[in-house]
């Protein structure tokens, strides 16, 4: 399954959703056939019919442009498409907003399923660069200093976990974004009569959106949760791509983006090696969460409906879906691509000069002279390394104090980052098998 970012186009594009449209209309006559409410052979030819290769699009466009109305337009070609009066009864008591919305959403369904299928291989991407940096000791940066050595493998895991909230998240949503809000002009199913709720529930499951409690036209809180959950995993991916981006830098040097032999950095600078993929998620990422303003203002419906708050909903949920989905697949092209470099990671590690490891010593020599004393010790010995330019160890093997209750041994072993990294490598292995266990399950499913 690899769709490029062309065929979500042409997923969502116009023609792509006025056929949902026809899908919804189809869907409808058949149900309300089912129930007796319109002829079972109107409901065929409807359904038959519900075809752009039946509908001039072209004519359609023209009609839509005078009528400012694309429903009304889209079941009076649709109407007339079909034979021997038939269309009398297409879109029969639905009014616009049922078939817009729920034909977007069926778009957002097909869209979302690849997106998942990309959620996964990134998933996949990201445990096998776990696994090879599970015991690549690097400095863990707080501030952007150091702070205390972690794993590559370890960072990988943080993300990891992070995106697998996200998951839990999309699971969450689905159910009430995909749904199914048909109730008629202003949600009470007037025109459906003593059928209304059964009309619901019938469409909905033939469509396989579960139908609204109630089905009010205002309710517009499962379609801005939807831009929000993706603002929210936008940002974990950009938040990536960041901290990747950074690491690439000439000063760092731990990571390098994969690029073909024929990419171009520069214009002028033709040793320049510039980032491209990760450049693109910050970008898209922004891009996305640029949205959610408008889907908020889209929630504020006034009263029973509003064409002005549906038409920002649309237009939110439009760019998102497609954004989304162009994200995820250029992250996984970041993380499949992606090369580690363990002997930059090792070399800045010691710019330090065995600082990181401070703690270790302050920890070993709590026991034997006291917490706070020994973080004086260690706070006076630091600062004078630092003014110094010394290392660490030399500082420390100097003072009585230290040698006094360690051995060199004890100070060396106190001192070496690979046995102070904690749980880092427990941690990275659990979290590889939880996304190894959740890429299978996204990549089976779609």
Known sequence: MT????????????????????????????????????PEEAAREISRKAS?????????????????????????????????DYGGYVHWGATTQNI???GLILQVRKVHKLTRHQFGLSLTALADLAEQGSEMIMAGRTQRRHALPITFGFKAAGWIDELLRHLERFDQFEPRFFCLQFGGAIGAMQSFGEYGPEINRRLGKLLGLSPLKVSARSAGDFLAEYVTTMSLYATTCSK?????????????????????????????????????????????????????????????SSHEGDAANNKMMREAIDTV??????????????????TLHPERMSKNLQQSNGLIVAENVMMTLAPVIGRQKAHDVLHEAAHEAVMENQN????????????????????????DPA?????????TRDCIGRAETAAKKLLTQS
């Open 240 to 300: 990536i791509a960041q901290e990747l981006y950074t690491l690439m830098s000439d000063e760092f040097g731990e990571v390098t983006e994969g690029q073909e032999a024929g990419v171009v950095g520069s214009s002028t600078m033709p040793q320049k090696v510039n980032s491209k993929v990760a450049c693109n998620i910050i970008t898209i990422a922004a891009r996305i969460r640029s949205q959610m303003g408008l889907a908020f203002e889209g929630m504020q």
């Open 100 to 102: 817009m919305q729920t």
């Open 3 to 38: 769709e490029s970012i062309a065929d979500i186009k042409e997923l969502l594009s116009q023609n792509a959703l006025r056929q949902a449209w026809l899908d919804v209309e189809s869907s409808l006559a058949q149900v309300q056939a089912e129930l007796g409410i319109i």
């Open 321 to 338: 879906c497609a954004a989304v989905y162009e994200l995820t697949a250029e992250l996984k092209t970041l993380l499949s691509g992606l």
């Open 52 to 84: 752009l290769d039946f509908i001039d699009t072209e004519e359609l466009s023209k009609d839509i442009k005078r009528t400012k109305a694309p429903i009304v337009s889209l079941t009076r070609l649709l109407a007339a498409a079909c034979d021997n």
């Open 419 to 427: 046995n102070y990294l904690g749980h880092c490598i427990e941690i």
């Open 392 to 415: 660490i160890y030399d500082v420390l093997a100097a003072k009585p104090v230290i040698y006094k209750n360690f051995s060199k041994k004890t100070l060396q072993a106190a001192l």
